[in-house]
Each structure stands twice: as structure tokens, then as C-alpha cells.
């Protein structure tokens, strides 16, 4: 079997952000009535995380769970766990109504690290969404659109942020994200 | 620019995040139906100046379908709702009483 890589392996750019392509990620996309019992058993039995709030993300050990639409989340994990995931979920979920399915290699995912500030200017240049501290906190999960493509964003902690975008697209928002960091071109909206 | 809340996200969108889908509460004639009411289906809509309302879609977010109310002159939003519903929710028709007194639009008031 071929070696599985990321979209854009090494990809990196430092400016008033360091925006870095974070390599292989496993993703799985589940799909349910979130509002169900026996679904959210079975996720807290397998992934052992409870079903997020609405629009929130729920990180454990290795894992987390994104409130992606209200019948559907992402579990996140290492790339290596997925498929094990997906047999074990089906598994678990068989008898309920559900959709369970690896998307990792359909999405590219992109670190940001710097200060907090810096990160929701850089975000702001790009999308329409609120990214003030309280519109969009730690633990919330962001869809939305950078420039002219779909994304999801969120923060892990202050000054960390994970944008996930379609593979496909994967240059195109690293370009984006690395242009909208360069330096000379702060803004210092959030500072 | 429109900004609507997603009634099942709960998160303010850019109307760029969305997409429009037009008028709201048509009812679908097809096969079986008189041709007044095909046509009626498929081409007469409202073309009001002041309370309107709207099908979006949260294209680039949970991907649902929700409705919209607001005044098509002054871009006031008076509220959004789920689309499992033929008709305007009866607190959103008290508040749009309150703030545009007699409006009308198609059978509602």
C-alpha cells in the first residue's frame, strides 16, 4: 500500500503568526440523532466523550468530539486510529440510525500558533465570522469560510488555533493564511 | 449586508455564508394540479416593499435550511426559524405587529 501523506507536507510560514500544515489527521464524520440516548451511549462507550453542546468541542485523551450540525459530529484522533474507529463506532451505533465515515485524507488541517491576538487579526483578514475572545472562545467550533472556500476554526487555547479546510483547497487557504500573516501587514484589531 | 441567526447553530452569519433560497411557505403543485396553480407554484411570488419572507440555507456552515423574516427596504431582520414549519411562527407575527403595525403578506398578518 502507498504511504499515506498530508496535503502539503512541511508547509510552513512564519510571519506576525506561524501558520504550519499539520500533517496527517484523523477524522471521522458522524452522523445521528445526537439527541438520542443510545447514540450518545455509544459514542461515550467508544470514544469515551460525551456528545459536545451545540456548536462546542469536547477533547479528551488523543480524541475530541466537534459539534459540526445538529445531527452531526467529528471525531478527531490520530490518523493511524481511524479506520479502527469507524469498525468500532459502526459496531457500537448498529441498531440506531447512523452514518459513520473517514474523512481524514478528504481535509487538510493548518496549525496556528502566536499570540491570541495576532492569530484572530490574521483569521479576520479572511473571514466574515466574529472572532472577538467572546464571540469565539476556547472550546468553540467555527464553520465558516475563508475567503472563497469553506473552513472550520477553532481555538485549543489562546494561542493556538486548528483551521481545517477541503483537501483540495489545501495550497489555496495555506496561501491565504500565509499572506494574511505576513509581516509588516498586522492590524492589531484584537490587541 | 444581511446578518441572520442560524436557529439551529445559534451563531450570527454573514449573509456570504449563506445561501439564499428564496421566497418562504410555497406550496408545491405538481403533476395532477390545474395549470393556474403550476404556474402559480413556479412563477407568481411576492415582490413586497417591507415585511418579507425568505428560505436560507447555511451553506458555509451546518448546511440547514432555516427561514427568515425581515423588512425588504430598511434590511431590518425580525427574527429566523426552523423550516419544519408551513407557516410564521405566532411569537415572530406578534413581534413584526409590533414594530410594522398592519402589515400583510400573502394569507398572514
Known amino acids: 500500500m502507498s504511504d499515506r501523506i498530508s496535503a502539503l507536507p512541511g508547509a510552513a510560514s512564519s510571519g506576525s503568526i506561524r501558520v504550519e500544515e499539520a500533517g496527517l489527521q484523523g477524522m471521522v464524520t458522524i452522523r445521528g440523532d445526537l439527541g438520542d440516548k443510545g447514540v450518545s451511549d455509544a459514542l461515550k ?5 460525551t456528545v459536545p453542546e451545540k456548536g462546542q468541542r469536547g477533547a479528551g485523551d488523543g480524541m475530541a468530539l466537534l459539534w459540526m ?14 479506520p479502527d474507529l469507524v469498525t468500532k463506532l459502526g459496531d457500537a451505533l448498529s441498531g440506531h440510525h447512523h452514518l459513520v465515515c473517514n474523512v481524514s485524507d478528504a481535509r487538510a488541517v493548518f496549525r496556528l500558533t502566536g499570540e491570541g491576538a495576532a492569530i484572530r487579526d490574521a483569521l479576520a ?26 473552513a472550520a476554526v477553532w481555538f485549543e487555547d489562546e494561542g493556538t488555533a486548528t483551521v481545517v479546510c477541503f483537501r483540495s ?23 | ?7 439551529y447553530c445559534g451563531i450570527a452569519c454573514d449573509e456570504t455564508e449563506l445561501s439564499p433560497g428564496g ?3 410555497l406550496t408545491r403543485f405538481g403533476p ?10 413556479l412563477f407568481m411570488r411576492e415582490n413586497p416593499r417591507g415585511v418579507h419572507f425568505e428560505r436560507w440555507r447555511h451553506a458555509h456552515g451546518c448546511g440547514k435550511w432555516f427561514h427568515a423574516a425581515r423588512d425588504t427596504m430598511t434590511m431590518e431582520v425580525f427574527g429566523t426559524y426552523p423550516a419544519q414549519t408551513t407557516e410564521p411562527p405566532a411569537e415572530l407575527r406578534k413581534t413584526i405587529s409590533e414594530k410594522r403595525p398592519g402589515w400583510s403578506w400573502r394569507d398572514f398578518s
Open chain 1, 45 to 49: 462507550k467508544v470514544v469515551g466523550l
Open chain 1, 69 to 82: 450540525s445538529p445531527d452531526e459530529l467529528m471525531l478527531t484522533a490520530a490518523h493511524s486510529e481511524a
Open chain 1, 125 to 150: 483578514k479572511l473571514t466574515p465570522a466574529d472572532l472577538r475572545p467572546s464571540a469565539l472562545p476556547v472550546g468553540m467550533v467555527r464553520r465558516t469560510r475563508l475567503a472563497q472556500v469553506a
Open chain 1, 169 to 191: 483547497v489545501a495550497a489555496y487557504v495555506f496561501g491565504l493564511l500565509a499572506n494574511a500573516s505576513k509581516p509588516g501587514a498586522e492590524v492589531g484589531y484584537f490587541r
Open chain 2, 1 to 7: 449586508m444581511l446578518i441572520l441567526d442560524c436557529p
Open chain 2, 23 to 25: 421566497e418562504a411557505h
Open chain 2, 32 to 41: 395532477g394540479s390545474s395549470e393556474d396553480e403550476f404556474e402559480g407554484y
